[in-house]
C-alpha cells in the first residue's frame, strides 16, 4: 500500500488505478486518504527564510499541488500546474513562451476563447498569430516554414471534430525548432495520450471531462520537461491566475473516476451516433467511432475511443438545428461539454461567436453546426429524447 | 448608507428562498431558455451569480459602480495591466509590493510595456516623467512597507492632463479608511486577500470603478483570460467582508496603540505609520483617509536584532500578507519583498532590517506585551549571536 514514505507514482500500470492513487499521498499528518482542503492564504513560517514549503497560496496551495500530481500522474507526466481556468492555462502558456514579436500556428478549429485570447488580447502586444488546417499535413509544412515558437493543436477539432494527426505534427513541429502544445481537454489521457505521441505541453480544461460533474472552472498545463514547468510556474505565480483550493479538491474527486466516465461516454455516444446516422432527418454526421468517419483510421491509431463529442447537422440548416435544440427535453442547451450530464450547443450563436466568420467557414464550423456532448444517461433515453425532437 | 451597514447588508440577488446568506452557485455552467436567447449568465468563467454578488459588494463599499473579482491581487493588477499595449508604459510608485514590482518587470516587458519607476509622493517628478506612451499611473498610498503618502487628488490631477489612467491600491487601508474613486482615482485595485477578506482563507483580487466602458474592457478580459474568481471563495469573501468596518475600526485603533509604544522603545530607529504626528506626508493622508490602517514598520539599525525580534514574537506569525483578524510579523526583504529582481533592489527594495507588523484584532495590550518579550530576548547578545550564524 503506498504511503506518504513510500510512494512512487510509476509503479502504477494502469489508469484507472493511478487515477485514484497517482502522484499523490495520504494527508501525512492524520492519515486522511482524502487530501485536506487547505482554504488558507498563507502559512507561519517557523524562522525568517525558513518555511515547509508552502508560504503563501498564489505561490503553492498543498490542495492544488495534490490536484497537480495527479493531473502529471495520469497524462504520464512529471509536471503539472493547476489554473482558475483552461483560458487561464492559455494566458500563461502564451505569456511564458512568447514576446513580441513572436509567431505561433494553431489549428483553425480551436475553441472559440482560444482565438479571442490570440486575436484580441495577445494581438496587441505584437503576438502573430496563424491559424491553419492543422490536419492537413501539406498546410502544416507550409505553415512551419516560417520561424513559429509553438504549434498549438486541438484533436479532436471543437466542435468540427476534424483530427490531427499527433505524431505527425510532432515530428513537423520538432524540425521546425517548435514546440507541440496539444489541447487534450476533448479526449483526456483516459482516450488519447499526446505526449507519448512527441507533444511537449498537454493542455486541459478540467472543467470539463477532468472534473466531469459541471461543478468548477479550471485548466492546467502538463509537461515531462523540468525547463518547461519552472517557466509556466514562474508566469503563474507571476499573473496570479491560480486554481483555487476548494474547486483543487473537487477536481480531484472527479478524476477519479475519469477512466470509468470516459468509456461510458464513448460508448454512449457510439449509440446515439449510430441513431443519428440512421435518421432521413440528418443531414451530416461527424464522430470520431464511426467507420464513416473519414478520418476512421487515424481515430483508431491515435485513440482509445470515440469520445463524447458529436457534431451533426440536420436537414433544414439554422433554423432546422434550432428547433431541435428547443425541442429536446432529457438534453441541456447549455455552453461546455464533457459533464455528467448530455449538454447540446450551437456553436456559432454560443461557444464560437468570437471566431470570426471567413474563420468558421473554412474551419468548416457551418451555420446550422450542433454539438452533442452525450453524457452518462442511459443512451436509450437520449435516443427517445432525440427521436421525439427530431420529429 | 454608511461604510458599517453596507458591510453587513448585502444588495440580494433574486435568490428564490431569500436566504439570507446567499447560495454557493459551484456550477460551470447555466441552463439557457432557448437555442437563441440566453440568459444572464451561461458559463462561471464569464460570470457566475456568487461572484456577482460579491463584485456589487466591493463596488458599494468602495462607493462605485462596477467591480470585477480575480483569483488573486495579482490576477486584479495583470488584467489592468492588459489595457496597454505595446509600445505604451506605466508610471509605478518605486516602493510598490515585489509581486507588482515582479509583474512589472519581468512579464510585462516581453509584451513590449515600458514601466518607470518614480517617486510618486513628488507630484512634480510624476509630471516629468509622463510622455504620450504612458497610458496608467500605477499608486499605494500608504506604500508597503514604508508608507509613504502620495496625494490621490493631485495625482489624479496630473494623470488626466496626460490622457492616462491613475490606479490606486487601496489594500493597505481598505475602502473603511480610504476611498481613492472620490479622489478622482480611475481604478482601484485590491488584494482582497487582505483586509476585505480579512480571515487568511481566500486569496482574491478586485478592480473596481465608475468608469462604465474601462468596466467592460477590465471585464473582457476577466473572460477573456479566464482568472476570476471562484464561486466559493466569492462566497467566503463575501462572508468575510460583513465584519469589514469592525475588524478596520478595531485594527486601527491597536495599531495606533503599538505605533506609540514602539515609538517609546529606545531599540527602535524609526517607526513607519501614517498616524504618528510626525509621519512624512501625515497632512496629506489626512486629506484623503479616514483612518491610518493596521500595518506597521519599523526599523532598529541592526538586521540581525531585527531577526530576532521577528522570532522571537509569541503572538505575531512569521507569515507573509497582511490585513487579518490574526497578527503577522514579517521581514520584507527577505520574505513578501524578496521577488524584487537583484537589480532593482537598492532602489527599490525595503531596508533589511525593516520588520513589518500587520496588527489583528487580539487584545492589544497581549500583543504590546509579546513585543516588549521579544525586545528583550533579542537584545541578549548570545541570541543576537546566534541569529548571525543562522543567517
Known sequence: MATSDNLEPDIYQFLETIALHGGTA????????????????????????????YTYSRSGNPTVTALEGRLAAIEGAEFATAYVTGLAATTVLCLALLKAGD???????????????????????????????????EALIRALREPAKFLFIETPANPTLKLTDIELAARLSKDAGALLVVDNTLLTPALQRPLDLGADIVLHSTTKFIEGHNATVGGSLITRSAELHEKLAFVRNAVGAIQAAFPAWLTLQGVKTLPLRMAQHS?????????????KEVEWIAYPGLESFPQYELAKRQQQAGGALIAFEVKGGVEAGVRLMNSVKLCSLAENLGSAETLITHPVSMTHGDVPPEQRASAGITDGLVRLSVGLENPDDLIADIDQALK | MKTATQCVHIESNDDPHCSISPPIYQTATFRQPSADEFGEYDYTRSGNPTRSLVERQIARLEGAEFACAFASGMAAISALTRLLGAGEEVIAGDDLYGGTVRLLDQVLPRQGIGVRYVDVTDVEAVREALNPRVRLILIETPSNPTMRIADIRALAGVAREAGALLAVDNSMLSPCNQKPLGLGADVVIHSATKFLCGHSDVTAGALVTDDYDLHRRLAFDQNAEGAGLSPFDSWLLLRGM????????????????????????????????????????????????????AVISFTTGDVALSRQVVEATQLFDIAVSFGSIGSTISLPCRMSHASIPQSLRDRLAPPPDLVRLSVGIEDVDDLIEDLSQAFKIAEVPENAQSAVCVA
Not at chain 1, 267 to 279: G, K, T
Open chain 2, 242 to 293: 460583513k465584519t469589514l468596518s469592525l475588524r478596520v475600526e478595531r485594527q486601527n485603533e491597536s495599531a495606533r496603540k503599538i505605533a506609540e509604544f514602539l515609538s517609546s522603545r529606545p531599540e527602535i530607529v524609526r517607526v513607519y505609520y501614517p498616524g504618528l504626528a510626525d509621519h512624512p506626508g501625515r497632512s496629506i493622508h489626512c486629506g484623503q483617509s479616514t483612518g491610518d490602517g
Open chain 1, 26 to 53: 495520504p494527508d501525512p499528518t492524520t492519515g486522511a486518504m482524502l487530501t485536506p482542503i487547505y482554504q488558507t492564504t498563507t502559512y507561519r513560517q517557523p524562522a525568517v527564510g525558513e518555511h515547509k514549503g
Open chain 1, 103 to 137: 509567431r505561433v500556428v494553431l489549428s483553425q478549429a480551436v475553441y472559440g476563447g482560444t482565438v479571442r485570447l490570440l486575436k484580441q488580447v495577445l494581438a496587441q502586444f505584437g503576438v502573430e498569430s496563424d491559424f491553419i488546417d492543422t490536419s492537413d499535413s
Open chain 1, 267 to 279: 460508448a454512449n455516444a457510439l449509440r446515439v451516433a449510430r441513431f443519428l446516422e440512421s435518421r
